[in-house]
């Protein structure tokens, strides 16, 4: 079977410090949704993956930290979510409120997507995003 190159980006995820890089930005992006979803910090935490109270704070207060790749991909999910949510439902308020109201859609059980957010299942993250692009037609 012959082998392909891989592409720069997938290259660059292997590198050292690729994960630090994105770490920042991703936090700081993460506490803005939260602001707009009315996260409480358990909330927030649950759908980090539960780190320590004082490592979440610590994030929280720099802005910054050393993310794991789960957190960095749970935090991939999020911002694919808040996003897909922007487009779909373009008054922002509306957009924010949807992961807290009940949902008919068969996926939520009549629930809100948030509850399912935070089951602490990155599949759980991963089956929203989905529900959403496929909303989007995507």
Request: proline share 8%; hydrophobic share 40%.
């Amino acid at each position: 079977m012959p082998r392909t190159k891989a592409s720069p980006a997938s290259a660059r995820a292997h590198e050292p410090g690729h994960a630090q890089r994105l770490s920042g930005p991703a936090l700081r992006t993460f506490f803005r949704i939260g602001d707009a979803w009315k996260l409480s910090s358990d909330e927030a935490r649950r759908l980090l993956g539960d780190p320590p109270r004082s490592t979440f704070f610590l994030w929280k207060k720099n802005g910054d930290g050393q993310l794991a790749r789960d957190t960095l991909e749970r935090l991939s999910y999020i911002l694919g979510i808040y996003k897909a949510l922007q487009i779909l439902l373009p008054d922002p308020a509306a957009a924010d409120a949807w992961v807290r109201k009940p949902n008919a859609a068969p996926l939520f059980g009549g629930r809100p997507a948030l509850e399912r957010m935070l089951s602490g299942n990155v599949a759980d993250l991963y089956v929203i995003r989905q529900y959403l692009d496929a909303w989007r037609g995507g």
